[in-house]
């Protein structure tokens, strides 16, 4: 098994059960990802567990690790993930988080950002856009969620790989099983936080990069210019011809502009 | 046995190609109401409630749909509340109140003010809400049960504990409840679920004896819930009875074959109970448990491939969803002719096919899913109701004395002992013969 290869662990971790993904060795990213569920271990967290420890956890009710019933919120999770770092030691890593997963990171960021070395956002979600909508999980049937979600997923091998093709009763189950905590968590205000624009001014001193596609059909790209607002020296790279995945979509750019932001 | 006449109470008029267009009622858009036409409709079936009042039905049943043409009803409780001033006799039965979409308190003060007004002849149903109700009121789907349990308990404290008294659940918080609105019926009203086939439901209307309304689903599952209702009744230490079992049925009569398939061919328009919303709204993430949802992901699978074809069936009916999205009415009213689905006819031909149902069944609440939507003429319909109450109804109350089918207000549901040998007695009778 190639050290870049991951390995799933459970652990107890802040009076709850936890799964996570994890590979390669080093100081710590912490992942998280998205709303749909853990995508698979995917070919840029390959590259990176060459250099560094990648940790993904399964975030509680998304499918793996049993949901834990006081987390009602994504601020409430982000205070779980908070005391995990704390049990876990890893505490000062650079962490990442795309879409859901981002307004987790920067919820994390908002409330104990000396808990990072890092805050990484891909298309998160958690501040509303001024202009457009975050796209309606629920209006319509997810593999028309995951189609909008890359500009042009029939060339994306990587895409195709993951969610092309039919879907198995298996996907099907677990996709149920990632929106139904998603919408637990986040139903109203969807899918964001009117007051994480105003907290993440705790995070001013926290070195923070933004990736972001412009075609970004899930989360529109104008949060971004709020974001920034928000964490005053936040940096913002766009990504031309890109949807809601860059991380997929070009994932050598991606990995590029990530490595110089990693601490 | 109480015999009530329902109606879904259409928007008749919206245009057959925007649903089909749509694949679904839900989500057609409201562009398509006129509000002058949509009250007159209204009118015209608070009249036809009235009518059944006077051609001697029981009661009248109301449902409810937010935010969809196959049912301008959304707020059943403004039609039952005329229904309590209008009518002297019949019972106004809700199935059901969607508890997890309302506010629970208001609730409480609505029906028991129905309940006053119409001298104590409101019978409540709970219910969960189809997923779309819950997308038509952004009502979270994950915490669609717990609000029902929590609106439930809350409801019946409202209604019998004195107050002020404070109130803080997990859902809701009332911090004052003292309501000037308490129903005539003692405890609170009589109450019937209405279900499909979920045995979480059966379990409760047994728990908590009320009465449990299948809404029209096959005989070999409904009977499978009133067993389940029977034997979680037994546990509670009662004997189920026919009172506490009620069947919904379409059956249009006319005076003829001919025009009673003309008639009952409406039931069909834009695709009927199927097109009634697409699977993704009637399941949303979270609204089913995780059995549930197992159930469905294979139920929805094609068993050659392995493949997931969501919008495939729509469970219980035995119809193909994605052949009525080819929309072939036609053939979608010969199999729900076929199955049983629909009875039409004239009292002749509807009459056995009735005593079937009462035979196996063995209900005490009979309520007849009448027609309104598509072309329905007002004429059509008051004229198949005349022609079952002259005709159909007399012979089922006999068929009822015949058979011991008593209603709710003859026999209180959970007031029957079990037999001395502990072992409750059979609820209905699968061995009957087919008509």
Known sequence: MAKSDCKQKTIAAAGAELSYLKAGKGKPVLVLHEELGNPGWLAWQRQLAETRKVIVPLHPGFGVSPRIDWIRSVGDLANYYAQVMLEQDWVGADVIGFSFGGWIAAEMAAQNPGQFASLTLVAPMGIKPPQGVIRDLFEAPVEQYLAASVKDPASSEEFTSLFGGAMTPEQFEHFQDATAEAARLAWQPYMNNPALYYRLGLARDLPTLMLWGKDDAIVPVSAASLYQDAIRDAKLVLFKDCGHRPEIEQTGKFLKKLANHLS | MHIATFTERPYGPVPEEEVIRNASFFGVSNRFLDPVKAGALFNRYLDEKLYAEELGFDGVMLNEHHANPFTLGAVMDVEAAILARITRRVKISLMGNPLPVADPLRLAEELAIIDMISGGRLVTGWVRGAGCEQIANNINPTYNRERFDEAHDFILQAWTRDGPWRYEGKHYEYRHVNPWAKPIQKPFPQTWIPSLVSPETAVFAARNRYSYMALATFLPPTMEMWNLYADTAAE?????????????????????????????????????????????????????????????????SDPETNEAVVSGKQAGSGVDVTETRRYNNEVLYENLLRNGQIIAGTPDTVLPKIRHILERLRPGIFSIWHIEGGSTTQEQSMRSMKLLADHVLPQMREW????????????????????????????????????
Not at chain 2, 246 to 271: P, R
Not at chain 2, 400 to 420: F, T
């Open chain 2, 400 to 435: 009822a004395r015949e058979l011991d089918l008593p209603a709710p207000d003859e026999v209180r549901p959970g007031s029957r002992k079990l037999p001395p040998s502990g072992q409750r007695d059979p609820v209905c009778d699968p061995g009957a013969r087919a008509a």
């Open chain 2, 236 to 300: 509670e230490g009662f004997q189920a009875g026919p009172e506490c079992f009620g069947y919904l049925q379409k059956v249009v009569c006319a005076d003829t074959e001919e025009e009673a398939h003309e008639l009952g061919k409406n039931y069909v328009y834009g695709g009927g109970q199927p097109a009634f919303a697409r699977p993704e709204w009637m399941f949303p993430a979270g609204y089913n448990s995780k059995a549930a949802t197992k159930r469905l992901a294979y139920a929805l």
